[in-house]
């Protein structure tokens, strides 16, 4: 039975808007103006405006659902390191003693006294429990002296590869960087089955009402989740909505010697697209790794691999037909990644991509303009967190990062995506955050970022779809034509006319497949007051 929605359908192939959309089993069968005669059911868009659902090409959807559970510490819960260290002891007072407190999403770089939170701190408030807090970045953990004790990590530990366990005047300050905080976590008890298989509905549902119709979730095989049997049991009893990919994380892949098997029941709609590594840390966390100083402690990051282990990995990627995605954001481990990919010369093919490269140098953009490597961006970071990039970089190095518009020119495919939930705003997955600072360069502050750099709406919208689902290889989806899945978002907003600024963050409705996956409270009046129409209405 065909399916026709009648309104401003947006298909940002440039001809907008048309005024009809056909869909049959699932898929788009016709788009283009409207077509009278011929009975069919109708929705009709009642002003509403149409867009190609979102594909939010780098995520970490478990993750953010489990943080939903745990101790929030990003603004509006804490404001400031004593509302940090208040809303921990608070969430301690209604703990059995010994359990584990756990949380994030801080950027102590917003507070007025703008410096990490030290252990004895976190004793004072929290003495009797182990503390591990992640800061926004996911890169930077701070932990109590029990959580240390546990780990057995002491004065004497040595610095694991690629991490820092950071002392001041010898003494332990309880920051943990990149591979160190692995010495805490690996001690954390793994969530229950069923509070993860209920992070992850949290997450869906939370994604489809940002019109997000397709996700990946960029660093599976960490933990003893089993992300893929989540999604799996999640797709089979739908509860779990979006079209998922899935990049597992190197290291875990060569330990364990296996790529984790998708049952073909949910093929269709949960892929394992590739391996993932991470090559440096995070410019907010100030463990990016730099040719040039951080102005604030004149350290350079930390560089987390071998040129060889990326060698390796792409290698590994490439003999199982999957996709290499490395995390590098600063400038010096961008330049390494590209140089290991580029042993592999022509035979990458568009199979590689740098998550993040808020820094890319000349070289790494001629690197990856030559040898076809892909990157996804997040613009939400400098919107979010512009005063952790002001104190690290400096004003210069800001104003320049994230060159999108000039890595789009030199022929490179960027995709946009939110990264959620490492950024420290409180609605990490809204897209429309990121859009509006891809096309404007205006940080959440007001701090503008070079405006050459911007790029158009209907740019920023077909990175955050089309080119997302390229990218990452979703086939037939991202596109508002026949052939395609019917996935698309509904909006009561227009953002060719409000802009993205003037978008609400919630989509009226979000439909994968044909079907509503979301629908807010005024998308239902609007079927109520009989917008909504079962019969053909020719
Ligand atoms: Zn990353
Ligand atoms: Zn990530």
């Given amino acids: 039975m065909d399916l026709e929605f009648t309104g401003k359908i947006y298909t940002l192939t440039g001809s907008e808007p048309v005024d009809s959309m056909i869909v049959r089993d699932k898929q788009i069968v016709y788009v283009g103006p409207r077509v009278h005669g011929i009975p069919r059911e109708t929705v009709d868009l009642a002003g509403a405006t149409m867009l190609p659902g979102f594909v939010d090409s780098h995520a970490h959807p478990l993750w953010l659902g489990l943080l939903q559970k745990q101790i929030r510490t990003n603004p509006p819960f804490a404001n400031s390191l004593d509302e940090f260290l208040s809303v921990i ?30 252990r004895q701190e976190l004793d004072r408030v929290s003495g009797e429990h ?22 057995g990590v002491t004065e004497d530990s040595v610095d694991p590869q690629g991490g820092k366990i950071v002392r ?23 969530p229950n089955p069923s509070v993860a298989a209920s992070a992850i509905v949290d997450a869906s549902n939370y994604l489809a009402s940002r019109g997000i119709t397709s996700v990946c979730d960029m660093e599976c095989g960490d933990g003893s989740h089993g992300e893929w ?44 697209l590739g391996l993932k590594l991470f090559a440096d840390g995070s410019i907010s966390g100030h463990t990016a790794a730099l040719h040039e100083p951080y102005l604030h402690d004149g350290g350079r990051g930390i560089m987390r691999l071998g040129e060889s282990v990326i060698v390796e990995a792409a290698g590994a990627a490439l003999s199982h037909g999957l996709k290499l995605a490395v995390h590098a954001m600063g400038d010096a481990a961008i330049d390494q990644v590209v140089t290991a990919l580029s042993r ?11 998550e993040h490269a808020a820094l890319p140098t000349t070289y790494a953009r001629e690197m990856m303009a030559k040898h076809k ?47 959620a939930p490492s950024t420290a705003h409180a609605d990490p997955a809204n897209p429309w955050l990121g859009i509006k600072m891809a096309t404007g360069r205006r940080a959440s502050t007001g701090v503008a970022l070079s405006s050459d750099e911007c790029i158009s709406l209907t740019e920023a919208l077909r990175s955050y779809t089309e080119i997302g689902a390229a990218v990452r ?66």
């Fill in 168 to 190: 001041h005047e010898g003494v332990l300050t309880g920051e943990l960087q990149e591979s160190a905080i692995q010495l805490v976590s690996r001690c954390v008890p793994e």
């Fill in 130 to 151: 182990p503390v591990l807090m992640m800061r926004a970045c996911g890169h930077i953990a701070v932990v109590n002296s029990l959580a240390l004790k546990l780990a």
């Fill in 344 to 354: 592999w010369g022509g035979q990458g093919g568009d199979s590689f991509t740098i």
């Fill in 229 to 272: 049997d989540l999604y799996s049991e999640g797709l089979r009893t739908g509860s779990w909505k979006q079209r998922v990919g899935i990049f597992i994380v190197f290291e875990w892949f060569k330990a364990s010697g296996q790529l984790p098997l998708i049952e073909p029941e949910v093929r269709q709609d949960l892929k394992l």
């Fill in 373 to 419: 490597i892909g990157v996804v961006t997040q613009p939400i970071f400098t919107y979010a967190e512009i005063e952790s990039y002001l104190n690290g970089l400096g004003p210069e190095r800001t104003f320049n990062s994230y060159p999108i518009r000039s890595l789009k020119e030199q022929g490179i495919r960027v995709a946009l995506s939110s990264d």
């Fill in 89 to 118: 002891g608070e969430s301690a007072r209604g703990v059995a003693k010994g359990q584990w407190l756990l949380g994030g999403g801080f950027d102590e770089s917003q507070w007025s006294l703008p410096r990490l939170p030290q």
């Fill in 473 to 538: 290889g979703f086939e037939n989806c991202g596109r508002l034509l026949p052939g395609y899945a019917a996935d698309f978002s509904l909006w009561d907003k227009d953002p060719f006319k409000e802009g993205p600024a003037g978008m609400p963050d919630e989509a009226l409705a979000t439909y994968r497949n044909g079907e509503a996956i979301h629908s807010g409270k005024t998308w239902t009046a609007y079927r109520e007051r009989g917008y909504f129409s079962d019969q053909a209405k020719d």
